[in-house]
């Protein structure tokens, strides 16, 4: 005799008394409409089937059996492999997106969270919720309007334990992120190449959010009293002197938490591009950047970035022929000696014009800039003059400097000397090896 095991839940077994009272007479047919809420007709149906079949007849015919309208277990078991062999320890989220982009899977996140944590597969990323100190800033209105910079120095590459420098902006009002660049340390050429990529895609942004770095601020914070009432300030540096001519303000802060959506997306990116490029065997600085604006920024764009309101649009677009080389160069001012050199960057180099040496007629401070392509250049009386470094030129030029003093010095103690008014009507000095001699021979 088969026996089957009937599991019922506490509304099952509600009607099931409800059945047994109107059954024995306990109650009527009006009385248990009104306690289950159902027709006549449905309980006269309920009451014959209860007769017929007893307990069995109250779940409902259809528990516990596969509607069809859910994924075959293939199909799951096919996601759970495929993660396990070639995306364990990645982020659910980042592999159900992967999904979505290579294997044309669309699920749900919450279907591939249940799925892996049913078959014991834990989160890798489970953050604790935690209480905000203060309040978020709001955004702003416009695309443009505010452009957060930064740099993280992370192990980008797997198996390489040295440390790289992740440049990168994100546009404040759209979390769009404007431009990355790769770089073996955080230099004033990697910010440089942020600005091209944001100008070529976006156009140029109003103003910058920074950290309180020397590239950004002079190290010299506060001006003495005296300084200020002569009138001195503070010299910008050459990253700002840059901003300033394309027509870009700089802001900076010593909070991170001031600038914190690029400080939130660098941990993103330490976890989606991280494993991005070691999946797709990626070890050198070029690939890097390559794989970044080709595949990775462009799909994190579309994924997470809001799109851009021409209307609340304030990048400036450019035209065809904007000379990025020459328009965003960083420039310095230095001063020109013996009217051909000049000292910049440690080194000393001479100033040349078609390739040949020439001379600028001045000895004052002229404007130094360092284009893109890392070549030096003077503008002086609206005319570029190239500049070549000398390895050997800070020794050549002591020695010429110390010899021109000594003749100079020479000249100016024979000068003055003989117009010495101790030195009028006196004949002219012997040695006294002369004046010796004549004293003894009568000479």
């Not at 970044?292 to 579309?302: E, G, M, S, T």
């Not at 809001?306 to 065809?320: A, E, G, R, S």
Request: charged content about 25%.
């Amino acid at each position: 005799m088969n026996h089957e095991r009937i599991i019922l839940t506490m509304k099952d077994q509600r009607i099931n008394d409800i059945m047994v009272k109107l059954i024995s007479g306990e109650i009527k047919t009006c009385d248990a409409m009104r306690l289950t809420g159902l027709s006549e007709r449905q309980i006269y149906r309920k009451k014959k089937a209860y007769k017929e079949y007893g307990i069995s007849s109250i779940p409902h015919k259809s528990r516990n059996i596969p509607t069809g309208r859910g994924f075959s277990n293939d199909f799951k078991s096919y996601i759970i492999k495929l993660y396990q062999s070639e995306y364990d320890g990645w982020n659910f989220y980042h592999f159900n997106d992967t999904l979505e982009d290579y294997y044309d899977i669309h699920v749900s996140d919450s279907f591939i969270y249940n799925l892996l944590t049913s078959n014991g597969i834990q989160s890798p990323n489970q953050y604790k919720k935690r209480k905000t100190s203060h309040p978020p800033r709001e955004r702003k209105e416009n695309a443009g309007e505010l452009i957060q910079v930064d740099a993280s120095k992370h192990k980008w590459f797997y198996g390489d334990d040295n440390y790289y420098y992740l440049h990168g902006g994100i546009d404040d009002s759209t979390g769009t992120v404007t431009s990355c660049f790769f770089a073996d340390q955080e230099t004033i050429f990697g910010y440089q190449m942020i600005m091209k990529q944001t100008i070529m895609n976006y156009g140029i942004p109003e103003c910058l959010y920074t950290d309180y770095r020397t590239v950004f601020q002079s190290s010299k914070k506060n001006l003495t009293l005296e300084e200020e009432l002569n009138g001195k300030q503070i010299k910008n540096t050459r990253f700002a002197n840059m901003l300033e001519h394309i027509g870009t303000d700089i802001i900076s802060t010593i909070n991170p938490r001031a600038k914190g959506r690029i400080e939130r997306l660098w941990r993103t990116f330490q976890d989606r591009l991280y494993k991005e490029l070691k999946k797709k065997s990626i070890h050198t600085i070029e690939e890097a950047n390559q794989y970044l604006n080709d595949v990775f920024i462009p799909k994190y764009n579309a994924r997470f970035a809001l799109p851009i309101d021409n209307t609340k649009n304030h990048f400036i677009c450019l035209d065809n022929d904007f000379d990025y080389n020459k328009e965003l160069a960083v420039f310095s001012e230095h001063k020109v000696f013996h009217n051909s050199y000049l000292k910049y960057d440690n080194c000393y180099h001479v100033i040349l014009k078609n390739n040949e040496k020439c001379y600028l007629p001045t000895s004052d401070k002229v404007k130094v800039y360092t284009f893109l392509d890392n070549t030096n250049h003077i503008l002086f009386n609206n005319e570029w003059y190239d500049l070549k470094t000398i390895n050997d030129f800070k020794i050549e030029t002591k020695q010429v400097i110390t010899s021109t003093l000594q003749h100079e010095i020479n000249n100016s103690k024979e000068k003055h000397s003989n117009k010495s008014p101790w030195r009028k009507g006196l004949p002219p000095l012997v040695s006294h090896n002369s004046m010796y001699y004549a004293l003894h021979h009568g000479c």
